[in-house]
T-cell receptor
Framework: DTAVSQTPKYLVTQMENDKSIKCEQNLGHDTMYWYKQDSKKFLKIMFSYNNKELIINETVPNRFSPKSPDKAHLNLHINSLELGDSAVYFC???????????????FGPGTRLTVT | GQQLNQSPQSMFIQEGEDVSMNCTSSSIFNTWLWYKQDPGEGPVLLIALYKAGELTSNGRLTAQFGITRKDSFLNISASIPSDVGIYFCAGFTSGTYKYIFGTGTRLKVLA
């Protein structure tokens, strides 16, 4: 069973379109994240949700709107796409540390977004 | 945003050699994580460290949590071609919900 899954794997679209990326985790984790990985492979956090509540928003343009319908899902909607949005977007999840658990964070396979 | 410094940025090594890389921060963390990313894939967790001075192994990989809590080290022994990839460190402080990632070390193994 895939722990963190994302769809689609590849997304090619034109500028000014609106698109969504979906993420699901079956690990029972409390916290989910979106990261952007640029062409230099730097991983930058965009958003974090804990128990469906937004807790981190790293000065991301408001064209990006995350939505967490429940603890297991965190979707990313992007309005009016720009060329600079082309990147690989990773979803991840982690669990608040409790006895017998850890702060390990697990990543999805990524969504390669290409804006033309 | 903040990023951790990883060294070296990239390295070519011969198959069978040992590899060392490190990660440094200006801030203290209470958890250090090491990941490997293969082309076209997401980062995969290799080792997690929770205590200053802790030394943890996972097969041929050994990682250490620096005693200052501002650095961490990863060693790979007897490298093989499938060790090729990008290795990332990440630091975490409880209560912040934020993992700060390093700039990555790109490893290439020459057969």
């Amino acid at each position: 069973d895939t722990a963190v899954s994302q769809t689609p794997k590849y997304l090619v679209t034109q500028m000014e379109n609106d698109k969504s990326i979906k993420c699901e985790q079956n690990l029972g984790h409390d916290t989910m994240y979106w990261y952007k990985q640029d062409s230099k492979k730097f991983l930058k956090i965009m958003f974090s949700y804990n128990n469906k509540e937004l807790i981190i928003n790293e000065t991301v343009p408001n064209r990006f709107s995350p939505k967490s319908p429940d603890k297991a899902h965190l979707n990313l909607h992007i309005n009016s796409l720009e060329l600079g949005d082309s990147a690989v977007y990773f979803c991840a999840s982690s669990q608040d540390r409790r006895p017998g658990q850890t702060y390990e964070q697990y990543f999805g396979p990524g969504t390669r977004l290409t804006v033309t | 945003g903040q990023q951790l410094n990883q060294s070296p940025q990239s390295m070519f090594i011969q198959e069978g050699e040992d590899v060392s890389m490190n990660c440094t921060s200006s801030s203290i963390f209470n958890t250090w994580l090491w990941y490997k990313q293969d082309p076209g894939e997401g980062p995969v967790l290799l080792i997690a460290l929770y205590k200053a001075g802790e030394l943890t192994s996972n097969g041929r990989l050994t990682a250490q949590f620096g005693i200052t809590r501002k650095d961490s080290f990863l060693n790979i022994s007897a490298s093989i071609p499938s060790d090729v990839g990008i290795y990332f460190c990440a630091g975490f402080t409880s209560g912040t919900y934020k993992y700060i990632f390093g700039t990555g070390t790109r490893l290439k193994v020459l057969a």
